[in-house]
């Protein structure tokens, strides 16, 4: 069985860039960006443990489990110029 897989969805309109998450994120799957902004390149490193979700002061994250069977619309990787 496949490990199940996390996307991390941050509203940046209602993101201060406080650094909390990626402060506290024990897998270094949210890091800051240059202007202090909470950054995600790479979302499969993210164990769903929702500590970053709990406490963001701001409610920002979500965090979205992603179903391996394509039950929820994937995103466009590969398509170019569509
Ligand atoms: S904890 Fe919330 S408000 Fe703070 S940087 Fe992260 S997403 Fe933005
Ligand atoms: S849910 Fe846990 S592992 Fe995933 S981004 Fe948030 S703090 Fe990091």
Avoid at 16 to 26: A, Q
Avoid at 58 to 75: C, L, R, S, Y
Wanted: hydrophobic share 30%.
């Amino acid at each position: 069985m496949a490990r199940k897989q996390y996307r991390v969805e941050i509203k940046y309109d209602w993101c201060k860039s406080c650094g909390i998450c990626f402060n506290v994120c024990p897998t270094k799957t949210i890091v800051g960006g240059e202007l202090g902004e909470p950054v995600v390149p790479d979302h499969s490193t993210c164990t769903g443990c929702l500590v970053c979700e709990n406490l963001c002061p701001d409610f920002a994250i979500n965090i979205v489990e992603v179903k391996p069977e394509g039950t929820e619309k994937q995103e466009k990787a590969g398509v170019e110029n569509a």
